[in-house]
């Protein structure tokens, strides 16, 4: 028999509004009610909130490397639970781990290790492999190692996919070097998000590709990107102008806070994704990391390649992504859950299951309190991260 528990008052951020004083009944991994206190099943595990906390839909960070000293190409289970239980804490419930450059061996090893220990790790879930390289432009390449990038190819993309036991869901490649487009047709077919990305495209062909349907993505959008000329738009103003997603780093070291003003003006609150991009540094302090087998020093949250200028990820986490948007844009609670958990999990065809607060949907959400800090959040039914923020009553063993 499935478990049942309940939990509130809180306000519950739901995709069309938000329920005030309300309590959610959680059976299994789903959630199968909403309701007042006095419509509570009897006899059923009760986590007692406030009723000013919120309870937001789980965040999809679908392009993070690493956290708090583990990094995705490690290749390991302890480093892939590392950092499932590290973005537990900032209210994400589901992740792709993401890649980098590196030799076809090592990122072959790594997305076997991805796939053999998704279902192992105890804090955020593994909804698969983000490819960040190595089918990109070494004159966008950014913080990847130049040594191994390789022009995008569906011979090398379908042998890791295979090593992946097909869990690559999102792969970032510079279109403008697919020649034929065949890798970008190839991923469309298969069911695969294309993302340009570390891409020194032009205008005019980045909205041939658009036009296509051919990339539904754009990988940290502005960065590792040709820029915007008043003579060659590029690739850019392709993407502003098109329906493609774009992933936002609002970390205001990535892109400044008024640029993200210009672009969510331009493109609304369907098409951003907020990422956090971020490396093994994250909650540590500051020193020098490793990336991918490059160097890299962290000076207050800032990361820059050792010896260059070059932004090498970040050490941001979603909820302060979510807190900078809120702050700098005066977002909505509704609107930042689209852009923190809807959007990514229409993208990436996880819709049906996570992505909002609904009946019949799995129970991935975060409970944030007064200062908007996570106090706790649960994935799939289950309680993964909790500060010390409720009180219990009847059946503890839920929990």
Wanted: overall charge negative.
């Amino acid at each position: 028999m499935e478990k049942t528990w309940c939990i509130g008052p809180l306000q519950i951020v739901r995709e069309l509004r938000i329920e005030e004083d309300c309590y959610a009944v959680i059976e299994g991994k789903k959630i199968v009610r909403f309701c007042k206190k006095d419509e509570l099943p009897e006899q059923t595990g009760l986590v007692e909130t406030k009723a000013a906390y919120k309870m937001m839909p789980g965040m999809i960070d679908q392009h993070i490397h690493g956290m708090s000293g583990a990094d995705v190409m490690d290749g390991t289970e302890s480093s892939l639970n590392t950092i499932s239980k590290a973005l537990a804490k900032y209210g994400v419930t589901t992740f792709l781990a993401t890649t980098m450059t590196a030799s076809e061996t090592q990122i072959e090893h790594v997305v076997q290790s991805i796939a053999n220990t998704k279902n192992n790790v105890r804090g955020a879930k593994i909804a698969g492999i983000h490819l960040e390289g190595p089918f990109i432009n070494p004159i966008q390449k950014g913080a990847q190692s130049d040594q191994f990038i390789i022009k995008p190819s569906v011979e090398i993309f379908d042998h890791l996919n295979e090593s992946s036991q097909n869990e690559i869901k999102l792969t970032t490649l510079a279109a403008e070097l697919d020649e034929g487009h065949k890798l970008a047709a190839y991923l469309k077919n298969k069911g695969i998000v294309a993302s340009i990305g570390h891409s020194d495209a032009k205008y005019a062909e980045t909205k041939a590709l658009l036009e296509q349907q051919l990339i539904q993505n754009a990988t940290h959008f502005c960065n590792g990107m040709r820029p915007i000329h008043h003579r060659e738009p590029g690739l850019q103003v392709a993407l502003l102008q098109s329906e493609c997603m774009l992933e936002i780093i609002a970390d205001g070291f990535h892109i400044h806070p008024d640029m993200i003003r210009l672009i969510y003006g331009t493109i609304g609150e369907d098409r951003m994704i907020l990422v956090s991009d971020s490396m093994r540094a994250t909650e540590l302090a500051d020193g020098i990391y490793d990336l991918g087998g490059q160097q890299v020093r962290v000076e207050e949250g800032l990361c820059k390649l050792v010896g260059s200028d070059a932004l090498a990820g970040s050490t941001l986490n979603l909820n302060r992504s979510r807190k900078n948007m809120k702050e700098w844009l005066g977002l909505s609670d509704m609107t930042l859950a689209k852009l923190t958990s809807t959007n990514s999990a229409k993208l990436l065809g996880l819709f049906e299951n996570k992505g909002s607060i609904e009946i019949g949907k799995d129970a991935d959400f975060y409970i944030i309190n007064e200062n908007e800090d996570v106090v706790l959040t649960v994935s799939e039914g289950e309680i993964i991260y909790e500060n010390i923020c409720a009180k219990r009553r009847v059946g503890d063993e839920f929990h």
